[in-house]
């Protein structure tokens, strides 16, 4: 019986002109008309759509979803029912009072007074790396966190931490982590991300004695301007620094409630010397603590109007949370190409902080009020100045100190002050001098550094010494000097008209006939079919074209940083279990920077379907080689044809432990849809690699210069996994010289869904497996 | 009065475990303590230290400038800190492992620690043995002191150490009179 035939329209606002539908449609509907539209293409149309069988294909096969059969569009579909979301009615956050979990006098390290302290805080997350000296964090977190219903989690590095503390975040979790000067240095891309993102989070930092491994059982402050400066951007931060291990627990709290405040990570510095030491402390039974403010539907992101923090919904609250590290605007959405954008952004992700300064600075003024010589110092030295005044004080000598509690926003205007009426300024530090450049940068008297580089705490008898001796000397022939200013040069630019309003839509930026757009498809209607609630579902990409997909998704999305995707989606999924996680990444960002954490997520074996999008290159930075590209192929950095074999994605992921792995070329989309529906519903961690050439970047490099040529050649090379079965090794090597032999994995695990079939080059020399 | 307590030794003989044993000890008395101890794996393999400061005050400085109390379980840990004693110092040594004492102004207390933990058929009490001695000379801990809180720290093998710390109370009794 033949079916009502449909009405075929074509959305040329959305066609790219790939050849497609040209190609592909087994009833030749679409051809070519000789009309040329605006983009400069011959417009594609259903001109013979009596021959249609209404086999939908086409809805698959159209990667901008431009066919539209019966006025119905999937994508549209979609976009509609995101209007239709219910919104988490209330709106949450403030202060509260909570009860402490250890009250009373307890004697503690530094470290344990920093776990502690976080938990009574409201930190029900906590990743990390072992590194010595903060290790102990680790161990108070994981002995405890599974009675309060926390997470701890260890990660495979800092990084992976990080971005595992981002995607907590994200979810709704007060995150921390702990480490020392090394691991914070491998922190620092997921720091920006979470700087430029305005996540709420703490980082422990115990230092130790720097560079390198340097002494990893010393001491030291070495890290005091990479706390600030680290991150690239120069993003405003605040840097806590405490110094005895009662400070240390109260400055975690406020840790705490800085960072759900002002939506930013908060540094806490400690070192060696106070992580390690052990002390009484005093903990009250009761604390306050702030949790960060969600108002429904008033955008997530900064700037605003009055330069006050954003409302923070997390995943899952139906607000289309769309994080991602580009310039963005106040919903999230990229805005990379807007110069304005990205200037009103950092500007005020800096007021933000800046303009809270008074609040913020919280210094000690110990005895300077007759000061002649000023100590400027922060942490474990500030202990050893103290001792040293004192003593000094016993000597007739007028000496004074600012301990530093907060190192950034540097409390400039104190430094001013005080050098103002003193008559030197005195800086010991357990660095070479770090903190004195920027103390000298706003001090009106001399200042003079008394670095200590080896490891070990200031003795308070060398800095008395230093007052006895060199010191007075130094400065009394030195008048009056001026902090240098900062020229603030007046507002100009160039007249631009209005900033585009840009918000998140369908329309992809990819090629003409890009893969992306037929998995875009595949997915959706698989959710479709699934019927599961949009709000519910989390997609975390990394960077790359592959990763720029989930931007235009229905759902919660996350543009995390490179290879980091992962990680990221196991934060969010140990910090709300109740939502369906999706990594959507490609080749380079999974398998090339991110393998090793590709590899640890599938050991994890967590409930989140990771989506592998095999180009065989690098798309977007121009198609250069990646641990995917087939032997012999060219890329823009192997010109004379790669040299080194890839690597075999399904093996390495059955390898690592994956409980359910596929492969499957974008030229079958009814599989694929089918694959995917078993991936995302499956309970542990899912794999698919998905096989589709970039056509920009490997094809026209390799003698596949359309999209359908593209098609035909995957399908050529593709065996089903039933096939694959039947036929001896030796026919299959022949017929596909790149085949690799998986089949002893298929008998063994009945779970594991093998769709074997492997995309051969066209190059007669391509062969994975040397021929025997 | 600020007091500062060193116990050195080498990795394994509880050194760590006698410092946060007094440490608390003091704690629970009432004193403001630090205690600093070494780290890594000389610490567990090589020469091991803990340092107990009394402090007078929360903020003060929390490590040892001049040794008041040295107690010294082997020649290395004595040779490192015996120079950092003063008139008013009190020196504690094993004297089975400690053999070349020079002469020095500090007061010297030999304890047999080891040899009468072996008696008690234990070798790796002799810290405690030490714990009770230092107790006992310098009046800092009752006996009463002591025995709480290794009942709280030691649980799994309280007897030997609630033994061997009377055994050191007994022989920091002899030096008193």
């Not at chain 1, 294909?57 to 509609?80: M, N, R, T």
């Not at chain 1, 301990?403 to 050098?419: G, H, M």
């Not at chain 1, 994605?649 to 390898?655: A, Q, S």
Request: net charge neutral; hydrophobic share 40%.
């Amino acid at each position: 019986m033949i079916g009502k035939m449909p009405e075929i329209r074509i959305d040329q606002g959305r066609c790219k002109g790939c050849d497609l539908c040209l190609k592909l449609c087994p009833k030749e509907v679409f051809q070519e008309s000789q009309e040329i539209g605006a983009k400069g293409f011959r417009l594609r149309i259903p001109e013979l759509s009596g021959q249609c069988s209404n086999c939908g294909l086409c809805k698959y096969f159209c990667p901008e979803g431009a066919i539209i059969l019966d006025s119905e569009c999937l994508l549209d579909e979609f976009w509609q029912q995101l209007q239709q979301i219910k919104k988490a009615s209330q709106a949450r956050g403030g202060w509260r009072k909570v009860k402490t979990l250890h009250p009373g006098k307890r004697f503690i390290s530094g470290n344990t007074a920093c776990a502690w302290a976080a938990l009574d805080a409201g930190c029900r997350f906590f990743a990390g790396y072992p590194i010595t000296p903060a290790s102990e964090q680790s161990y108070e977190m994981e002995r405890l966190m599974p009675h309060i219903g926390g997470v701890f989690i260890q990660m495979e590095n800092e990084d992976a931490s990080m971005a595992a503390l981002c995607g907590s975040s994200l979810a709704g979790a007060k995150p921390m982590t702990a480490t020392s000067d090394p691991g914070f240095e491998r922190m620092l891309e997921n720091l920006a991300f979470a700087l430029t993102n305005e996540l709420p989070m703490v980082l422990v930092v115990a230092q130790r004695t720097s560079p390198s491994t340097g002494r990893p059982t010393g001491t030291g402050s070495w890290l005091v301007r990479g706390a600030r400066w680290g991150p690239h951007g120069g993003t405003e931060h605040i840097v806590l620094y405490p110094s005895t291990v009662q400070e240390m627990y109260h400055y975690t709290i406020k840790a705490f409630n800085l960072a759900e405040r002002f939506r930013s990570p908060v540094i806490l510095m400690l070192e060696a010397s106070n992580a390690h030491l052990e002390e009484g402390v005093e903990i009250p039974q009761e604390i306050e603590v702030f949790d960060r403010i969600y108002i429904p539907e008033a955008p997530p992101f900064g700037p605003t109007e009055d330069g006050t923090v954003p409302s923070m919904p997390r995943f899952g609250d139906g607000e289309f949370l769309k994080v991602t590290g580009l310039t963005h605007n106040e919903r999230g959405v990229p805005c990379a190409n807007v110069p304005e954008v990205h200037e009103g952004l950092v500007k005020y992700q800096r007021r933000k902080i800046v303009s809270k300064i008074e609040e913020l600075t919280d210094v000690e003024e110990y005895l300077l009020d007759d000061a002649e010589i000023m100590i400027v110092a922060y942490g474990h030295t500030a202990r050893s100045a103290r001792w040293a005044i004192k003593e000094a004080r016993k000597k007739g000598m007028k000496v004074g100190m600012l301990n530093l509690r907060t190192l950034y926003p540097f409390p400039e205007e104190k430094v001013k002050e005080w050098s103002k009426v003193t008559k030197c300024v005195l800086i010991p530090e357990m660095n070479q001098g770090q903190l004195f450049y920027v103390v000298r940068e706003s001090s009106f008297s001399p200042v003079i550094s008394l670095p200590q580089p080896d490891g070990e705490s200031i003795d308070p008898r060398r800095i008395l010494h230093f007052l006895e001796t060199m010191g007075g000397k130094y400065y009394q022939n030195i008048t009056h000097i001026l902090p240098p200013t900062i020229y603030d040069p007046p507002e100009w630019r160039e007249e631009k008209g209005e900033i585009p309003e840009v918000s998140s839509s369908p329309q992809t930026p990819f090629c003409p006939g890009c893969g992306l757009g037929i998995l875009r498809n595949c997915l959706l209607k698989c959710i479709q079919e699934m019927n599961w609630p949009l709000e519910k579902i989390v997609v975390a990409s990394g960077i790359g074209c592959t990763a720029r997909l989930p931007n235009h998704l229905p759902f919660d999305s996350a543009n995390t940083t490179h290879g980091y995707p992962i990680p990221f989606a196991t934060g969010v999924k140990l910090a709300q279990p109740d939502l369906h996680v999706i990594v959507i990444s490609g080749d380079g960002d999974l398998f090339d920077i991110g393998a090793g954490l590709t590899i640890h997520g599938a050991r994890r074996n967590l409930p989140i379907s990771a989506i592998c999008f095999n180009n065989f290159v690098f798309g977007m930075t121009g198609g250069q080689v990646a641990a995917t590209t087939p032997l012999g192929a060219v890329t823009s950095t192997t010109t004379t044809g790669n040299k080194r074999l890839p690597l075999d994605l399904v093996r390495l992921m059955l390898g690592a432990n994956a409980k359910y792995v596929a492969r499957c070329p974008i030229s079958k989309p009814l599989i694929l849809k089918g694959i995917l529906k078993e991936a995302l519903c499956f309970d542990g961690f899912s794999f698919v690699e998905v096989v589709s050439p970039c056509l920009m970047g490997y094809g026209r490099r390799n003698e596949l210069s359309s999209p359908s040529q593209i098609w035909q050649k995957l399908n050529q090379a593709y065996v089903a996994k039933e096939m694959a079965q039947e036929i001896s090794e030796t026919t299959l090597r022949k017929k596909f010289k790149s085949f690799l032999p998986f089949r002893e994995e298929v008998k063994t695990e009945e779970l594991w869904q093998i769709i074997y079939g492997r995309f051969s080059s066209l190059k007669e020399y391509v062969n994975l497996i040397p021929e025997e | 009065m600020r007091r500062e307590i060193v116990i050195a030794g080498f990795g394994g003989q509880g050194i760590q475990r006698l410092g946060g044993t007094l440490a608390k000890a003091l704690d629970n008395k009432g004193f403001l303590i630090s205690l600093k101890s070494n780290y890594g794996p000389e610490a567990r393999g090589g020469n091991s230290f803990s340092q107990v400061v009394v402090k007078e005050s929360l903020e003060d400085w929390p490590e040892v400038l001049m040794v008041d109390i040295l107690v010294a379980m082997s020649q290395e840990g004595y040779n490192a800190w015996i120079s950092k004693t003063s008139l008013e110092s009190k020196v504690f040594f094993d004297v089975d492992l400690v053999k070349t004492v020079p002469p020095s102004r500090a007061r010297q207390y030999p304890i047999p620690a080891t040899k009468v933990a072996n008696e008690l058929g234990s070798q790796i009490v002799a810290n405690m043995v030490m714990f009770g001695a230092v107790a006992a000379v310098t009046g800092l801990l009752s006996l009463e002191n002591l025995l709480v809180v290794i009942k709280k720290e030691a649980r799994k093998f309280s007897d030997v150490n609630l033994e061997a710390v009377k055994e050191g109370y007994k022989l920091g009794g002899m030096f008193k009179s």
